[in-house]
């Protein structure tokens, strides 16, 4: 598997809360920290874009 | 590389107004990519919608728009098509403003068969408001106006677009987003009048009311109750039971009504 980890990025402010992105990642890679998602365990990522599609807020970018 | 959504979005409109885990985002994510796919262009595409939660999708969008009265997205769409048939008209909304007090337009532009595209954002309510039944609300479900349970059969938004006459018809579901985006691309593409319904989720009036405990429910039940047209084939009638078929259901040719209008107007002119 490619080595290089992606980027993530949360966009505070157009976060809600949802937990969706959080709920439906397959490795866990996502946590809520309060009220906004939050990068817990980048290694894990599979770049699948799955938390990217999914959240309602134009909240989470993943750059491969 | 992350998608760029920007792009699409008139400035400064972000955050949106729906509220946590509204399905209405990750739809109007769906179309934007949809939009991107198809390369339209912005100043050749119009997309009108009536009135409600999902009808306030247009002002978002960095298009051609028209936010116009409740129920009649389809009926103002069909006046831009007329003036300017070289356009791409989509129409966006929700269940109540498309199957309720907008039902009439909705399946007269079917029988038309008029080339535009028709997205229903169904989550069986009429959210803005506060949460009255829709034509939508399935049989037992509360509203606000059935608080003992809803007595009334709900509409299935594709069966009856098929049986109004639309040309092509699909139903994806907020849950399978990567979907979305691929249904709306068909039915961009096929010439005559296109319907997509999304079954989406309202967690502030339709989930409280009936027992979901959280957004995550509400997008499980869809994950659930989702089955591809493909599988479905080979699934008895009661393993089918309480499940909604997804994908394209339905498609046909048939004369398209700006065309035909167009022949109307050479006869007029003296021409056969
Ligand atoms: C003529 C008219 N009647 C009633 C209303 C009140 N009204 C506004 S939105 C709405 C229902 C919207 O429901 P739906 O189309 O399902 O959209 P949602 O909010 O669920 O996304 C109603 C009844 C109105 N704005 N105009
Ligand atoms: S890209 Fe996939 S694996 Fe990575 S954080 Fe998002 S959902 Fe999880
Ligand atoms: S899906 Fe989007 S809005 Fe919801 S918690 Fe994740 S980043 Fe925030
Ligand atoms: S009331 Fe329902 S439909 Fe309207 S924005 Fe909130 S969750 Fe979405
Ligand atoms: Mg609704």
Not at chain 2, 22 to 31: A, D, N, Q, Y
Not at chain 2, 209 to 229: C, G, H, Q, T, Y
Request: hydrophobic residues 40%.
């Amino acid at each position: 598997m490619d080595k290089k980890l992606p980027t993530i990025e949360i966009i505070e402010k157009y976060c809600k809360g949802c937990h969706i992105c959080v709920e439906f990642c397959p490795t866990k890679v996502l946590e809520m920290k309060g009220f906004v998602a939050s990068v817990k365990n980048l290694e894990a990522c599979i770049k699948c874009m799955q938390c990217e599609l999914r959240c309602p807020d134009f909240a989470i970018k993943v750059t491969a | 590389m992350a998608f760029d959504y920007d792009k699409y979005i008139r400035p400064g409109k972000l955050p949106h107004i729906w509220c946590p885990g509204c399905g209405h985002g990750i739809v109007m994510k769906g179309l934007i990519r949809a939009i991107d796919t198809l390369g339209l262009e912005k100043n050749n595409t119009a997309i009108v919608s009536g009135i409600g939660c999902a009808s306030r999708l247009p002002g978002y969008l960095d298009f051609c728009t028209l936010h116009t009265a409740h129920g009649r997205a389809a009926a103002f769409a069909t006046g831009v098509k007329m003036a300017r048939p070289e356009m791409n008209v989509i129409c966006v909304g929700g269940d109540g403003d498309g199957t309720a007090i907008g039902g009439n337009h909705f399946i007269h532009a079917c029988r038309r068969n008029i080339n535009m595209t028709y997205i229903v954002m169904n989550n069986n309510i009429y959210g803005m408001t506060g949460g009255q039944f829709s034509p939508c609300t399935p049989t037992g479900a509360k509203a606000s106006t059935t608080p003992y349970g809803n007595p009334d059969p709900a509409f299935d938004v594709a069966k009856l677009a098929i049986g109004a006459g639309a040309t092509f018809v699909a139903r994806g579901t907020a849950y399978h987003a990567t979907q979305i985006d691929k249904l709306i691309v068909e039915a961009v593409q096929h010439k005559g009048f296109s319907v997509v319904e999304i079954l989406d989720d309202c967690p502030t009036t339709y989930g409280r009311r009936n027992k979901f405990k959280s957004v995550i429910e509400m997008m499980n039940r869809l994950k659930d109750i989702a089955v591809p047209v493909k599988a479905a084939e080979k699934m008895t009638p009661e393993q089918l039971q309480g499940k909604i078929i997804t994908g394209v259901l339905f498609k046909e040719e048939r004369p398209e009504y700006t065309a035909e209008y167009a022949k109307v107007i050479e006869r007029a002119k003296g021409g056969k």
